[in-house]
């Protein structure tokens, strides 16, 4: 079974500045998807960016960017410039990319704070 | 579009009671499955259904029944509700065709049984 783990329960940033979540996985698979969803006190699950595993290029969305390393089975999140809506939990989540099951497996979440 | 509705939002039970939370999705989605989210923790599947008179089990079933009569609801049933169960609940859908496709949650059922 896949896991992902979460290390950093909470994170702050000080506005405009860059912070870095990080996330591990563990899995016996070689094609998969990962993702980052943001989660703000409204509850709404938002999906933030993916990833393939089959893709070298790190994705990138704005200023949300992700650094895959496939070897070292991580996947840590960049935000540049951060923004105070940016605050709200963070998952990392994996998914296979061979089954039909579609099933997501989460981390445990980060907390981000944004301090004005 | 609305795309994936629940109802209800919030929801108080006492324990033994049984209820079922709604979920419904306008996409055509054949996908859909059931997460709950606990605190400190991320969301875990609940069940889960490829199509329409399919449904499968997923990380956390006990204690819960899902359906799938047509290809738009999904409902999630609670059949005697414990305390355990408090929890908020989401309902997610994707298409299947093609090699991705984004799953895309619902708003979420704050559940609390006393």
């Known amino acids: 079974a896949q896991t992902v783990t979460q290390s950093q329960p909470e994170m702050s940033v000080q506005e405009a500045e860059t912070v870095t979540l990080s996330c591990t996985y563990d899995?016996?698979?070689?094609?998969?998807?990962l993702f980052w969803y943001k989660q703000p006190p409204s509850r709404q699950m938002i999906l933030v960016i993916r990833?393939?595993?089959?893709?070298?290029q790190n994705a990138t969305e704005n200023r949300f960017s992700v650094n895959f390393q496939k070897a070292a089975k991580s996947f840590s999140l960049k935000i540049s410039d951060s923004q105070l809506g940016d605050a709200a939990m963070y998952f990392c989540a994996y998914r296979s990319a061979t089954t039909g099951r579609r099933a997501l497996t989460f981390g445990s979440g980060t907390r981000l704070q944004v301090q004005p | 579009n609305a795309g994936v509705t629940q109802t209800p939002k919030f929801q108080v039970l006492k324990t033994g009671q049984s209820m079922t939370l709604q979920c419904a999705q306008d996409?055509?989605?054949?996908?859909m499955s059931w997460y709950r989210q606990d605190p400190g923790m991320g969301l875990r599947l609940i069940h889960y259904?490829?199509?329409?008179?399919?449904?499968d089990q997923g990380e956390v079933p006990n204690g819960y029944n899902v359906s799938r009569s047509t290809t738009e609801d999904f409902p999630l049933r609670l059949l005697s509700a414990a305390p355990s169960q408090t929890s908020v609940y989401f309902c997610?859908?994707?298409?299947?065709?093609?090699?991705?496709?984004?799953?895309?949650f619902g708003p979420g059922t704050r559940l609390t049984v006393l």
């Open positions: 990833q393939e595993a089959y893709k070298q």
């Open positions: 997610a859908s994707s298409g299947t065709s093609g090699s991705y496709n984004e799953q895309f």
């Open positions: 259904s490829v199509g329409a008179g399919i449904t």
């Open positions: 899995t016996s698979e070689s094609d998969y998807y």
């Open positions: 996409m055509n989605h054949e996908y």
